[in-house]
């Protein structure tokens, strides 16, 4: 008896130190799962932290709209992209350095095709081959009306903002606004219209696509110079703009 009171109480030590290593392994493993939670919880506290340019929160690609014209605008196929830059290239070296009018250019390619048409569809009868399948090419009806209702959006807000800076409500505005036109009329003075107009196509269809490749050191440089502009805005805020009357009621009070 006392030889099986002692096998007992071996078998309860030994089970004892069992469930106190499990306690403490299930222990361990809740704090590991507390501390990937917290490390996740902060990880996700700096990611929302980051500094993006006009307070972007999406992908470049979902900010162009997604689809095909952003996958065309960031370079998704080379091929293709590389080809839409060669013909705008191929367009302002015809018209600006060759010196070629729009109209002249237009009717050349229509003599040619129309000319090349005709006499391949006239003697195919005579080679035994079939003539030219020309494509039927229409404007559908839902394109044109969502450019036309784009185009009418994009007018009416440009429209709206200019009323708006009229009336004197948006100083930044204003002053952003007659910013941007006076370095307009300084590239129009440089260049021609069909110039600038290629100038800022290209801008525009390069900056994002090295925007996207740069990202992280673009918008850590961007938020430096936000801090710089707030900093001298203030500035002039204080020194300049609010000395300015801002109407009668302020002068009677």
Not at 39 to 58: C, D, H, N, P, V
Not at 88 to 117: G, K, R
Not at 131 to 155: F, G, H
Not at 179 to 203: E, M, P
């Amino acid at each position: 008896m006392a030889d099986h009171k002692e096998e007992q109480s071996v078998m309860d030590k030994i089970s004892e130190k069992f469930h106190g290593g499990d306690s403490s392994s299930s222990s361990d493993s809740d704090d590991e799962k507390k501390k990937g939670s917290s490390s996740a919880s902060a990880t996700e506290a700096m990611k929302a932290k980051i500094y993006r340019l006009f307070g972007r929160e999406r992908p470049v690609h979902s900010v162009l709209g997604g689809g095909k014209p952003a996958d065309l605008v960031l370079w998704r196929n080379k091929k293709i992209s590389g080809g839409v830059l060669a013909g705008a290239t191929a367009i302002w070296l015809l018209f600006e350095v060759m010196e070629y009018h729009l109209l002249t250019l237009v009717c050349h390619c229509l003599i040619v095709s129309l000319a090349i048409l005709f006499l391949w569809s006239n003697a195919s009868s005579f080679i035994n081959k079939s003539p030219p399948n020309i494509p039927e090419v229409k404007i559908p009806e839902d394109v044109s009306v969502n450019v036309a209702l784009t185009l009418r959006y994009e007018i009416n807000r440009g429209f709206a903002t200019l009323r708006e800076i009229g009336h004197g409500h948006d100083l930044k505005k204003f002053l952003i606004v007659i910013a941007g036109l006076w370095l307009f009329s300084v590239l129009g003075s440089c260049c021609n219209f069909l110039t600038l107009f290629y100038i800022v196509f290209v801008a525009l269809y390069t900056i994002p696509v090295l925007y996207e490749k740069y990202e992280d050191k673009v918008d850590a440089f961007g938020e430096k110079a936000m801090i710089e502009l707030k900093k001298y805005y203030a500035i002039f805020d204080e020194k300049c703009l609010s000395k300015i009357p801002k109407g009668l009621k302020d002068k009677k009070h």
